[in-house]
């Protein structure tokens, strides 16, 4: 560097990296408004007899939308098939996944990674696009229009992606403490429930609330497979508030939205604790 070099004065440095940073937080609050702005106009419509499109303060509060819709054909039992479909195909993928991630993360093989490449292969494939033959397979086999059909290829359609998570978490717990208990006289699956599962809490929670969630707002699956308006779930009965002609009652829409949406908050809530915290070791293995 020459003699003659001059730095910028410290004032214009301190510029810069204020400008920076407002910008900065500019970007962020468009993306955060571009997120609130639909909650606000759902919340706020679900209270307003005369809602629109528009983002507005009802002049006059009231829960007649919620009374229009809290009738058992509009809410609860389309809820009620939600819950029974998603917990059910929730459940299955769940145990499913941890029996099929135990012996890829404790048993080295030279087909664990073909076969992991293979489900991750199979994650990336629409939904659409195997629609068709799996209609058709559910025709052959009778299990079109049931609902153990649908909660099965829920399960299935979710299976991939949750055998990744479930063994990435299930490589953080040290085999040390499975092999103690091998010595004790357990069994590898008494291992897998007593101690592997316990100690992986945050990725069981983290698996089960992302299967619950990909599965509660699915639409075109039961659309397809079910054919019975009284088995239909949430997600496809919601679109019965789409009119004819392009006539949508908001109000009514906004107000069943913020039903529906209550059972997903309600479970993340519930799992939010073991999703915060690490894997509670609590120095079982000494270094």
């Known amino acids: 560097m020459s003699a003659n070099t001059v730095k910028p004065p ?84 769940v145990v499913c996944a941890a029996l099929a991630a135990y012996p890829l993360s404790r048993f080295k093989s030279r087909l664990n990674r073909p076969f992991m490449l293979t489900i991750l292969f ?9 629609m068709v033959p799996v209609y058709a397979l559910f025709v052959q086999v009778d299990l079109i229009d049931t609902m153990q059909g649908t909660i099965f290829f829920f399960a299935a359609s979710q299976l991939p992606f949750a055998i990744w998570l479930m063994k990435n978490f299930m490589d953080g717990v040290p085999k040390e403490l499975e092999e103690a208990a091998w010595t004790d006289g357990a069994s590898p699956f008494q291992s897998l429930l007593r101690i592997v599962l316990p100690l992986m809490g945050p990725g069981v929670a983290v698996v089960t609330v992302f299967s619950f969630v990909m599965m509660w707002g699915n639409f075109f699956v039961p659309f397809m497979l079910l054919l019975t308006p009284e088995q239909m779930p949430a997600s496809v009965s919601i679109n019965d508030f789409f009119g004819n002609k392009g006539t949508v009652v908001y109000g009514q829409l906004a107000a069943f939205s913020i039903i529906y949406s209550t059972p997903v908050i309600l479970l993340y809530v519930l799992v939010s604790r073991r999703l915060g915290g690490g894997f509670a070791l609590g120095g079982a293995v000494k270094g």
């Open 10 to 93: 410290a004032r214009t440095l301190t510029s810069r990296r204020t400008t920076r940073r407002l910008a900065a937080d500019a970007g962020l609050l468009v993306v955060a408004a571009a997120f609130v702005l639909p909650l606000a106009w759902v919340i706020l419509s679900s209270l307003d007899t005369d809602a629109d499109l528009k983002v507005k303060v009802p002049d006059g509060i009231t829960l007649d939308n919620y009374d229009a819709v809290l009738t058992p054909e509009i809410t609860f039992t389309p809820l009620l098939n939600s819950l029974l479909l998603c917990g059910g195909g929730t459940l299955l993928t």
């Open 122 to 130: 199979a994650t990336s494939l629409p939904i659409t696009a195997i």
